[in-house]
């Protein structure tokens, strides 16, 4: 279900992409896109042969899995403040506003949060936790780089004067 969940985000992530270049938008960040590719697919893999390995859902695995339903809830609250601006790689549209609706009004990456928490959530529901503890750092190591990169492409966009029409 989840490897579904994300195949049908990146066809929208790939809709949303198009319609974005058309409009002018630039891609930036884009040397580091292909490493979230293997941390999700080691991520879906690992929780998987680990949690087979130890055939024993966690003690608190409702409580994992109301954490992961929530980020979920967070996540799509994101992707629908976002709109066609949405996308899993980072793509600022010359003189788009940016967006401060939903999630975006209380605080700058809802949807980096909900990732986040989802990375630490659905491995330790079925207590592997070893690849909740990988993921959770491995993502954090790789925020580290997106994020900014992420601001500079915004604060450079927003600078940039709009070509005369």
Do not use: D
């Not at 990456?109 to 659905?122: G, K």
């Not at 503890?133 to 580290?144: E, P, R, Y």
């Amino acid at each position: 279900m989840v490897a579904l969940q994300r195949l049908l985000e990146l066809r929208l992530a790939q809709a949303n992409l198009r319609w974005a270049l058309a409009r002018g938008g630039r891609e930036f960040g884009r040397e580091h896109y292909p490493l979230f590719f293997v941390l999700h697919s080691g991520w879906m893999l690992g929780w998987l042969l680990e949690g087979l390995a130890r055939n024993q859902l966690s003690p608190i695995w409702g409580l994992w899995l109301a954490v992961f339903l929530l980020a979920q809830g967070l996540r799509y609250w994101a992707i629908q403040s976002l709109g066609r601006y949405w996308n899993t790689r980072i793509i600022v549209v010359p003189g788009a506003p940016r967006v401060r609706t939903g999630p975006y009004r209380y605080f700058p990456h809802p949807n980096y949060l909900a990732v986040a928490l989802e990375l630490l959530s659905l491995p330790l529901i079925f207590n592997a936790w070893i690849t909740a503890l990988v993921a959770s750092l491995l993502n954090a190591l790789l925020l580290f780089i997106r994020i900014p990169a992420e601001e500079k492409a915004l604060a450079k966009m927003a600078a940039r004067p709009e070509p005369n029409t």
